[in-house]
């Protein structure tokens, strides 16, 4: 069984994208370099830089715990990023 990771990259405009995924290194490579896997979003806002990971131990719980994170506020985002 795999880890997920619940990960956030800052964005070259400095905005910040949330997402999940079993290999952080391996997405935020995908990020940067791929036109077909990135994220339509990032893709126009590299280079991406990880600035935050969080693991679990299935999808569900990172899927649950990504959908409470997209909800926050940016100055809660902030907030955690820099605790």
Same mark, same amino acid.
């Given at each position: 069984?795999?880890? $997920?990771?619940? #990960?956030?990259?800052?964005? /070259?405009?400095?905005? =910040?994208?949330?997402?999940?995924?079993?290999?952080?290194? *391996? &997405?935020?490579?995908? @990020?940067?370099?791929?036109? !077909? +896997? /990135?994220?339509? #979003?990032?893709? /126009?806002? &590299?280079?991406?830089? +990880?600035? $935050?990971?969080?693991? @679990? +131990?299935?999808?569900?719980? /990172?899927?649950? *715990?990504?959908?409470? =994170?997209?909800?926050?506020? !940016?100055? =809660?985002?902030? @907030? =955690?990023?820099?605790?």
């Amino acid at each position: 069984m795999s880890e $997920w990771y619940v #990960y956030m990259v800052r964005c /070259a405009d400095n905005s =910040l994208y949330t997402g999940i995924t079993t290999d952080v290194d *391996r &997405r935020v490579d995908e @990020h940067n370099g791929s036109d !077909r +896997l /990135a994220a339509r #979003y990032t893709r /126009a806002r &590299r280079p991406v830089i +990880l600035v $935050w990971k969080e693991p @679990h +131990l299935n999808r569900s719980s /990172a899927s649950k *715990r990504e959908a409470v =994170l997209k909800k926050m506020s !940016r100055s =809660l985002k902030e @907030h =955690l990023l820099s605790c």
